[in-house]
């Protein structure tokens, strides 16, 4: 009884250790920001997590790595999604067309001032936990957050988009992953001039039953010549630099259903409007069960279960 009961032991504690790896690889300091169009040196961060309090630093671009500061905000622990970050109006002003901006998160060492001699970078998975994005000033902003932090999951052909930007009456456009780019086009919704949250948008009914249980699609951004219907051909794909204003997600089925024919809606192209001065929305969590973290978790509490089970036979 004595060993079996230091085995149990053993293996609560492998357990418990498992468990702290899992979790921290599932939320390790990272952030993802994509190519943009600012009106007013606001540049919109798609998702971030942090271990600890931290800050959500800008850089100017010096040789293909971050440079001199340009802009900062303060951030809690946990997950930010979308969330939104001011550049210095000195640099902000001094922007001819496109530049390529940093997004990088640092450490806060606790003494409420940020000072990027003494805040250093924070690692994500071996590196700087920071992306490189192009941001084009115009005189209004666009700019797409899709991807959150976690799959879309979906019964029907129909997803839904946390946060799209306009600065005009445009068209959210779906697009295939190509060779990691945007592809052919598989659904749209009408925006209007703002920032517009939980956008509603249809896929192709075809193309989406025709799809396995994962999938990734793009979201992207089409400035209206004017006539209100969406044509690839005369309205404008939305860019910064040479990429396109996009965002890359995933798109899941329930499990065990290969097909989204059964039970589709028609769904509507509407969103929620809100008025073009309106900021961005922040939305902040410190739990997540979703993704492959949460399935090797569960494993692992099977497994250790089914240990304690045979060990308890053998007694």
């Not at 921290?24 to 942090?50: C, K, P, T, W």
């Not at 396995?212 to 400035?223: D, G, I, K, P, R």
Request: proline fraction near 4%.
């Amino acid at each position: 009884m004595m060993r079996t009961s230091r085995v149990v032991v053993a293996l609560t504690v492998i357990l418990a250790l498992l468990v702290g790896a899992t979790t921290a690889s599932a939320h390790g300091n990272h952030l993802s920001a994509d190519s943009q169009v600012s009106g007013d040196g606001s540049i919109m961060v798609e998702r971030l997590f942090v271990d600890q309090p931290a800050y959500l630093v800008l850089h100017a671009d010096d040789g293909g790595n971050p440079g001199v500061v340009i802009g900062h905000k303060a951030v809690s622990r946990g997950f930010h999604a979308p969330i939104s970050v001011n550049m210095r109006d000195e640099f902000w002003q001094s922007m001819d067309g496109n530049e390529t901006v940093w997004a990088v998160l640092h450490e806060d060492n606790g003494d409420g001032e940020f000072d990027p001699e003494s805040d250093a970078e924070l690692r994500a998975f071996g590196g700087a936990a920071a992306t490189p994005l192009t941001v084009r000033k115009a005189t209004g902003s666009v700019s797409v957050a899709a991807a959150g932090f976690s799959v879309k999951e979906t019964q029907v052909n129909e997803v839904t988009i946390p946060q799209v930007t306009a600065s005009q009456s445009s068209f959210l456009v779906l697009r295939t992953n190509t060779n990691g780019s945007p592809g052919d086009i598989v659904g749209h919704a009408t925006l209007t001039p703002g920032t517009q949250t939980e956008v509603h948008v249809a896929i192709n009914e075809t193309y989406f039953d025709a799809q396995q249980a994962q999938f990734l699609l793009w979201a992207t951004v089409y400035e209206d010549n004017g006539d209100g219907e969406f044509d690839p051909a005369t309205d404008t794909l939305v860019t910064a630099g040479d990429a396109p204003v996009a965002s890359l997600f995933t798109v899941a089925k329930p499990l065990g259903d290969n097909s989204g024919g059964v039970g589709v809606n028609t769904p509507t192209e509407t969103a929620t409007e809100t008025t073009a001065a309106s900021q961005p929305t922040e939305t902040t969590t410190t739990t997540d069960t979703s993704g492959s973290g949460f399935s090797v978790l569960a494993a692992l509490v099977a497994l250790t279960a089914f240990g304690c089970v045979q060990l308890g036979r053998r007694v």
